[in-house]
């Protein structure tokens, strides 16, 4: 078996945030749900865009915000995603690798523009999200680098990945190539609304032993299994997966793995200024702590610990080292896994 | 006389803001003056770039941050600056009119890209930038609007337009349009490196009457009259204005009119997070203050309001309406002043 070399790699959508405060009555008249994503066009995106205020411009996408996450803990991260050769494009390449990511997915040179996500902070720090996925339509299956997959502990994938046209196939191919290396995938089910129009296939990924670690939030798992009801959703969840983490915000989260279930509390904060990544960051938390052979509980804690920073700022991506944060709290992590001791 | 239609129109680079946190050890390695602004050509923009951390952009350039500040304030605001019809330049433009800011100055259709500024944040909140002047070399003194001018109650200016070559026409011409329709001229100094490469031609507009409110801060003012001595300098600028304010970060400020000084204290804070803008913000106060007639010592005070808004998050550009902490503080404003009233 091949050695590991990262920690964590990350397959998403390579999206750059375009983010102003908005009161809820922006949402309505503009037929926005909240807290969702949803995808738009050009036109659409260009309207929104004049009718939002005053914005600030940070790299994001899920899993890139994830992967930055999992590199500020001190772990070693990689990230795969189509941005354009343009400067928004270029300036999340710059941010990703700054951040201290492996990121070497070759821009595209002609097409449509880079990606940008328009999000509105409401006054509660809810973040209500509009994508104009662009350039990230154009990720193919041959951006996908089987070295990479083949050399990292676990490859995390987000389910807005069913979005773009050739996503999909790329999605596949990676987690073929992570099996095959005897390493793990994980997944997000990213959107309540992402879960809706993907929930056949993404029940038969997880059913048929594609996805090795689920995290899910409750809106999204009840979405999954078509149910208001917490308790009814994780009997089925239960059978469906042999790890997943569902995060509920302030509840903390609940880890299910097979008949255990273990319940984490979220880590206490003053504000949420921008709740924008707080899913994101979790599953960095959980991803290192897993990849590093922690118990679930203390994989969770430093989940909490990631999205409490990310709440409380502007934007998806830490402001201070995360590893500094854990250190503080207590939490240790042991050295990079061993290549022929991890899946065990 | 015609209408007065804003209280303030500024006259400024048009810069987009490329904020990342640095460790003092950083600015020492690259050759950075801290807590000033360096002119840099694209060679080294792109090695500061490639050097420095994950960014956030956030549209900025000192006049229009102030104009931007007293359009928040609730004051009626224009801006004039040049950028290129790319992809930042888009952003300034969308930013400072979602603002509530009158701007219309022509985007320019080829030659350098869309002016920013490299910013570095230490963790004592204190910043050190770095700017290609790009697109904003470009401004013309036929980019000045004469009827937004005469109808300005207050022209401001900023010193750093002594940098880009032809601004230096656009700003007397502007200057002379405001004195030929009796309204007012205030300048910023800038920058104390700014203040050392024009000294002779800003005393030369401070004296012959081209300004008639001046703002420094404590480094400017001393760079200005070449004295370490704060006392000594006041004694000539007592002499050369009729009117000035000197910012004293934490000290707050001191307003020198003819022979009276009013010391103003800075506005309470928990902890500077980034300075970018303190300056530029209180003169938004100061300007919006004066131009609706406040006295001296109110207008200090909202320009202190003001500042402290923006040194408590990142970015240059206020997060909260300004006027809703004004009136939380008990500053009412006038209502716009009368055409006739005001230079009296």
């Known amino acids: 078996m091949s ?42 995106a260009k309207g929104i865009y004049e009718a939002m205020g005053p914005a600030t411009e940070i790299s994001g996408g899920s899993a890139a915000n994830t992967i930055v ?55 509660d720090g809810e973040r209500t999200m509009n994508t104009y996925l662009g350039a990230a339509q154009d990720l193919h299956p041959n951006d996908i680098d089987a070295g990479v997959i083949a050399a990292s502990a676990i490859t995390y994938l987000e389910g807005y990945l069913w979005d773009p046209p050739h996503a999909k196939q790329a ?44 995290f899910a939030n409750e809106r999204e798992l009840h979405s999954l299994y078509q149910t208001g009801d917490f308790d009814t959703a994780l009997v089925t969840l239960r059978k469906d997966t042999r790890l997943a983490v569902i995060t509920r915000s302030e509840k903390g989260c609940v880890v299910v793995a097979g008949e255990k279930t273990e319940a984490v509390p979220a880590a206490p904060i003053e504000k949420v200024v921008d709740a924008t990544g707080a899913g994101d960051l979790f599953a960095a938390g959980f991803l290192v702590g897993h990849a590093r052979g922690l118990d679930h509980r203390t994989a969770a804690r430093l989940g909490a610990l990631a999205a409490a920073e990310i709440i409380q700022h502007i934007g998806a991506r830490p402001e201070t080292s995360l590893k500094a944060l854990a250190d503080a709290s207590g939490i240790r992590l042991n050295g990079p896994p061993e290549s022929r001791g991890f899946i065990s």
Chains 1, 2 share one sequence.
């Open 3 to 44: 050695e590991i070399r990262y920690d964590v790699t990350g397959i998403g959508n390579a999206i750059v945030d375009v983010i102003a405060r908005a009161e809820d009555d922006f949402l309505v008249a503009h037929g926005m749900h909240k807290g969702a994503m949803a995808l738009i066009d050009e036109a659409r």
């Open 171 to 214: 999605f596949l191919k990676a987690a073929k190539i992570a099996h095959e290396a005897k390493r793990k995938v994980a997944l997000t089910l990213s959107d309540a609304f992402c879960v809706d129009r993907y929930r056949a296939e993404f029940l038969d990924l997880i059913r048929n032993g594609t996805v090795d670690l689920l």
């Open 69 to 123: 996450g999992a590199a500020s803990l001190g772990a070693r991260a990689a990230f795969i995603g189509k941005v354009k050769d343009d400067e928004l494009g270029r300036s999340f390449g710059h941010d990703i690798r700054a951040a201290g990511v492996a990121f070497s997915t070759q821009p595209a040179a002609a097409g449509p523009a880079t990606a940008r996500s328009f999000i509105m902070v409401t006054p």
